[in-house]
T-cell receptor, first 113, second 109 residues
Framework: EADIYQTPRYLVIGTGKKITLECSQT?????MYWYQQDPGMELHLIHY???????EKGDLSSESTVSRIRTEHFPLTLESARPSHTSQYLC????????????FGPGTRLTVT | GQNIDQPTEMTATEGAIVQINCTYQ??????LFWYQQHAGEAPTFLSY??LDGLEEKGRFSSFLSRSKGYSYLLLKELQMKDSASYLC??????????WGAGTKLIIKP
């Protein structure tokens, strides 16, 4: 069973606030990912990491940042939340091999008012 | 551009068989994944195909035709718990996943 955790699970916050979504995994996986998913829509890759001190931008990265200081931890920060950021945020991890399956955390449902 | 197409919604009867189709267009190809996602939950891995043919795993099977850019997920002996969205995702030449919007499968008694 995959051990990947996200906090908070639900968050309601006002416009302009800075927020950090936490993601941790205990599987020792090198690769980690952040996705955004709206109901009935595809997953969009926001950021990903190949390992410690490695971060790469995905399709929707322009309004957020990530860091990878430790293997197990991959937090996502929104510097200034906007209503358009209201969505489900999913963190995932996979082993170092190229075509490995991704294991997903339970998600954070963010509402920006 | 890169694209995944799959039906938005399908309905099937408990105990029956259903086939969910997926067509893909990617820059390069390194395999096709199927994930299951129950409402409000995270996706979970079902299958991975990189060679042509059928892979069987219990009640679930997945098929791939690379020349046609086509895959399907076959679910047999449907159970109510199979009601979920089924996500098709193709891996491109950079080993990034291109995701479909998912097919919502509704199972009726």
């Amino acid at each position: 069973e995959a051990d990947i955790y996200q906090t908070p699970r639900y968050l309601v916050i006002g416009t302009g606030k800075k927020i950090t979504l936490e993601c941790s995994q205990t599987m020792g996986h090198d690769k980690m990912y952040w996705y955004q998913q709206d109901p009935g829509m595809e997953l969009h890759l926001i950021h990903y990491s190949y390992g410690v001190n490695s971060t790469e931008k995905g399709d929707l990265s322009s309004e957020s940042t990530v860091s990878r200081i430790r293997t197990e931890h991959f937090p996502l920060t929104l510097e200034s939340a906007r209503p358009s950021h209201t969505s489900q945020y999913l963190c995932a991890s996979s082993e170092g091999r190229e075509a490995d399956q991704q294991y997903f955390g339970p998600g954070t449902r963010l509402t920006v008012t | 551009g890169q694209n995944i197409d799959q039906p938005t919604e399908m309905t099937a009867t408990e105990g029956a068989i259903v086939q969910i189709n997926c067509t893909y267009q990617t820059s390069g190809f390194n395999g096709l994944f199927w994930y299951q996602q129950h409402a409000g939950e995270a996706p979970t891995f079902l299958s991975y195909n990189v060679l042509d043919g059928l892979e069987e795993k219990g009640r679930f099977s997945s098929f791939l035709s690379r020349s046609k850019g086509y895959s399907y997920l076959l679910l047999k002996e449907l159970q109510m718990k199979d009601s979920a969205s089924y996500l098709c995702a193709a891996m491109d030449s950079n080993y990034q996943l291109i995701w479909g919007a998912g097919t919502k499968l509704i199972i009726k008694p």
